[in-house]
């Protein structure tokens, strides 16, 4: 099982699952019992990772919730309002209201909270976009107490110079938080991007 090697292999930190709708995503249907699978393959004595379960609405959560073996929450907070839409049918607003609500259940229920800032360099559909929007982002999750936080580039399209460029530029705003970047890459300029955000100072991060 590929999560199982994983964990063999030293990994710490497994965004591991996504409890969306079936209808929507079909491949991620079976969350559930991919979960169960991984955590009865852990071997006794060996201390299970954080695994995030990434949700994008409230009937997620509470699937995540019930799930064992979830340690943490992720969700992805989209700057785009294109995007956010048409991933997730929500405004700025009611997005904002669902992050109140997952970081107030988390934390009632013992779980780690990781919040995405989708898009967060840059996004294909013409909509303003620059260092200063995530900052903004970035400031607001500061402000209700959201400790972890990771700058995703959602599309896939950043280069490595402005992996670097974006982190350098907002890691000020959220001294206090972990923050982390969350890069989508093709395997043979994934190592360039991991690198620029190591040297800007980065510590957390993952690459799909």
Request: hydrophobic fraction near 40%.
């Given at each position: ?47 299970p ?6 949700v994008?609405?409230?009937?997620g959560l509470?699937?995540?919730l ?5 340690t ?26 669902l ?94 991007k ?15």
């Open positions: 099982m590929y999560l199982k090697e994983l964990v063999v292999a030293g990994f710490k930190h497994i965004d591991a699952v996504s409890f969306v709708s079936p209808k929507h995503v079909k491949q991620m249907a079976d969350s559930e019992k991919v979960m169960a699978k991984f955590h009865a393959s852990l071997l006794a004595g060996v201390e990772p954080e695994i995030i379960g990434i994008v609405n409230q009937k509470e699937r995540a019930a799930t064992p073996g979830v943490t929450i992720g969700y992805p907070y989209s700057i785009s309002a294109y995007f956010r839409r048409a991933n997730a049918n929500m405004s700025r607003d009611e997005s904002r209201s992050v109140e609500t997952l970081k107030r259940e988390t934390q009632t229920a013992g779980k780690g909270l990781v919040i995405y800032v989708s898009m967060a360099f840059g996004n294909p559909y013409d909509e303003p976009w620059g260092p200063e929007i995530v900052a903004d982002a970035l400031e607001w999750l500061k402000e209700i107490r959201v400790r972890t936080v990771s700058l995703a580039d959602t599309v896939g399209t950043a280069s490595p110079e402005l992996v670097g460029d974006l982190y350098r530029h907002v890691k000020d705003h959220v001294v206090g938080i972990e923050l982390g970047v969350h890069l989508h890459s093709r395997p043979e300029n994934a190592e360039e991991i690198l620029a955000a190591y040297e800007a100072g980065c510590r957390a991060s993952t690459e799909h």
